[in-house]
């Protein structure tokens, strides 16, 4: 059975850190784009990060570039989102999800192209 699982999710004050994980089971990460979307209470879900299968590229979206860091630890079968400088805003379900790997990240995290499996989320709070 193919399942994606985050970890990490908490409360953090501002400027604080986390670090999410995304494990896979029942596949290998290794072929598949791997992005990370949020949804806040009462918005839209948006793309975050992706990383890309084939030479592991990153895309970031503008409102988390310079602060979070997307990377793959491909013999754990895991992808990892460090956050960084959290914000209030920063605050909402963390989801994991994966894509055929012959579509570019930008494409991912703009929206452009939709992703196969999701994970059921893991919750991140930002507030002191």
């Known amino acids: 059975q193919l399942q994606l699982v985050e970890s990490g999710g908490g409360l953090v004050q501002p400027g604080g850190s986390l670090r999410l994980s995304c494990a896979a089971s029942g596949f290998t990460l290794d072929y598949y784009a791997i992005g990370w979307f949020r949804q806040a209470p009462g918005k839209e879900r948006e793309g975050v990060s992706c990383?890309?299968?084939?030479?592991?590229?990153?895309y970031y979206a503008d409102y988390v570039k310079g602060r979070f860091t997307i990377s793959r630890d491909n013999a754990k079968n895991t992808v990892y989102l460090q956050m960084n400088s959290l914000k209030p805003e920063d605050t909402a379900v963390y989801y994991c999800?994966?894509?055929?790997?012959?579509?570019?990240?930008?494409?991912?995290?703009?929206?452009?192209?939709?992703?196969?499996?999701w994970g059921k989320g893991t919750l991140v709070t930002v507030s002191s």
């Open positions: 999800a994966s894509g055929p790997g012959l579509y570019s990240c930008l494409g991912y995290v703009e929206g452009v192209y939709g992703m196969d499996y």
């Open positions: 990383i890309s299968s084939s030479d592991g590229s990153t």
